[in-house]
């Protein structure tokens, strides 16, 4: 592999494009949290319904898509700032959203008190934003990364419907306990691609 600096102005432009296998864990990391949120749903219906599953996995699929999306637009309008640093800029973003999402499992606990039929639209979509705002900030670092954006925020939104489909049932049939070692998996794989992009940086890898 070349080291970066070596090559001519036009090709460093060109950034350093993530494989496919890293972007599929960046979404999987980053899909966690609606995984521990969704187990924590399913933990509330008395009786699942299929509809009932594919409306909130929709729901934080989109909007998990949707947030990068808005960062990558912000991200670049800066990017002719920060490219002399924007690994750096990477490695702290996901470093501190991967250590955030490791805090944040010690501190809660899926559980329910009361069982319902259904749970408000409303309160849906305000989990689904809660849940996918540390995407926002890493479709900032795509936009230094010159991440192909459309390939993705549709590989994130996938991911995260499927993983939150999968957690609804795990939720209701085994328990809530499941949902606080995945946002520690997802703060962990967040925080070793970080590491990734920086070393690669540095050091031509």
Not at 163 to 188: D, H, M, P, R
């Amino acid at each position: 592999n070349l080291n970066i600096s070596t090559l001519p102005k036009e090709s460093q432009e060109e950034g350093c494009p993530l494989s496919l296998l890293t972007l599929f864990l960046l979404a999987l990391g980053l899909s966690m949290d609606a995984f521990a949120v969704s187990i924590s749903n399913g933990l509330c219906y008395k009786n699942l319904k299929g509809p009932m599953v594919v409306w909130m996995a929709l729901s934080y699929g989109i909007f998990q898509a949707l947030m990068p999306l808005i960062g990558w637009w912000v991200g670049t309008y800066f990017e002719s700032f920060i490219t002399a640093v924007d690994h750096w800029i990477a490695f702290f973003l996901l470093g501190f959203i991967g250590v955030n999402m490791i805090r944040e499992s010690k501190e809660a606990e899926a559980e329910c008190d009361t069982y319902v039929d259904s749970i408000p639209a409303k309160d849906i979509l305000l989990l689904a934003v809660a849940t996918s705002i540390d995407a926002l900030a890493v479709g900032i670092s795509f936009a230094f990364l010159k991440v192909d954006i459309i390939s993705a925020v549709c590989l994130i939104g996938i991911t995260t419907f499927i993983i939150s489909c999968i957690a609804v049932f795990l939720g209701n049939k085994i328990g809530g306990k499941l949902g606080k070692y995945a946002e520690i998996t997802g703060g962990v794989i967040l925080i070793l691609i970080g590491l990734k992009i920086l070393i690669e940086h540095l050091f031509g890898l």
